[in-house]
């Protein structure tokens, strides 16, 4: 079943792509890449909804309220919490649902990477069984295979190294790439917290955005590097969906004091224009008292 639905068709879309992407197993993985995200995308616009949702719900006063009138009793606020979700129609599972659809599609790509990069004879002889009998004809397997698995300086059907003359160890480039951009994919994200250090749901996003890169560096550097370029891709792309969007929270990716006066003025410029507008009656209190009293 799990071949059936997931395996076999990845296989015969890399394939086809491979082969109009001048045989280029790297660029396939790419432009793959690229589909799933455009496939995906109604289920990230859903995901930004869904989180947007339960920020402003952090705000409303009912749920203020409850929580400090049911803050002893866990069953009872979990009661009016669902009553709440309900009554604004409010999906708590919306904001997790695409994350939970990225696993067997990463799952299914690292396998089927695995299959389409086969050598051995047996595992060529697979591979020809899982193209589909009636698919394009350009998809000529005693043409196609075996596949060209160099990609820039790596193999990507081993883990990637990037080995330089004098340097004893190899550098995993893609590893330290999935790193910075899932941590700054998970950062950008993130929406601003409203409630302070003691808001569960802050804490949990910050435990994750230090957990989850170091997860995806893990896999990067021990499983083969076909995966690393498409993490590396979909991170990429992740951002730049959320930024045609308007939804990067930039405030996140470096802390308020290491940011250049300039760059925090300009994230912060409309609610400066608080303190301001209040500062102009306090000011003009006083010139009016002063006429007054020449009068």
């Known amino acids: 079943m799990w071949d059936t639905l997931i395996i076999q068709p990845f296989v015969n879309i890399l394939l086809v792509i491979y082969t109009y992407a001048f045989q ?14 455009l496939v995906t995308y109604p289920l990230n616009v859903q995901q930004i909804k869904g989180a947007t949702a339960m920020q402003d719900l952090q705000k409303d006063k009912r749920w203020i309220e409850m929580q400090a009138k049911y803050k002893n009793d866990k069953e009872a606020l979990a009661q009016e919490q669902m009553k709440l979700y309900k009554e604004m129609g409010i999906n708590p599972l919306a904001s997790c649902l695409p994350t939970l659809i990225q ?22 002889l697979s591979l020809t069984h899982m193209i589909y009998p009636n698919f394009p004809t350009v998809l000529n397997a005693a043409k196609l295979l ?11 059907g081993q883990p990637e190294r990037l080995f330089i003359p004098g340097i004893p160890w190899g550098i995993p480039i893609l590893t330290i ?19 302070g250090s003691e808001d569960q749901a802050a804490m949990m996003s ?16 021990s499983y083969a590097s076909g995966l690393a370029v ?8 992740s951002i730049g969906q959320y930024a045609v969007m308007g939804r990067l929270n930039w405030k996140n990716l470096m ?16 609610e400066k224009s608080g303190p301001q507008s209040s500062s102009k009656p306090s000011s003009s209190k006083p010139a009016r008292s002063s006429r007054k009293k020449q009068g």
Do not use: C, E, H
């Open 24 to 37: 280029s197993f790297g660029i396939a993985i790419i432009l793959f890449t690229a589909l799933i995200r």
């Open 177 to 195: 790439l999935v790193v910075i951009t899932t941590y700054m994919q998970s950062k950008l994200m993130t929406p601003a917290s409203t409630g």
């Open 146 to 156: 075996p596949l060209n698995s160099q990609f820039l300086w790596m193999d990507l």
């Open 230 to 237: 498409y993490f590396v891709t979909t991170n990429i792309f």
């Open 103 to 124: 696993f067997p599609v990463i799952i299914g790509l690292y396998q089927s990477i695995t299959r389409t990069m086969a050598a051995a004879p047996l595992d060529l």
């Open 255 to 270: 802390p308020q004091n290491l940011l250049p006066k300039g760059l925090l003025s300009a994230f912060s410029g409309p």
């Open 206 to 221: 910050g435990m994750m955005n230090i957990y989850m890169p170091l997860l995806m560096g893990w896999i990067t550097y």
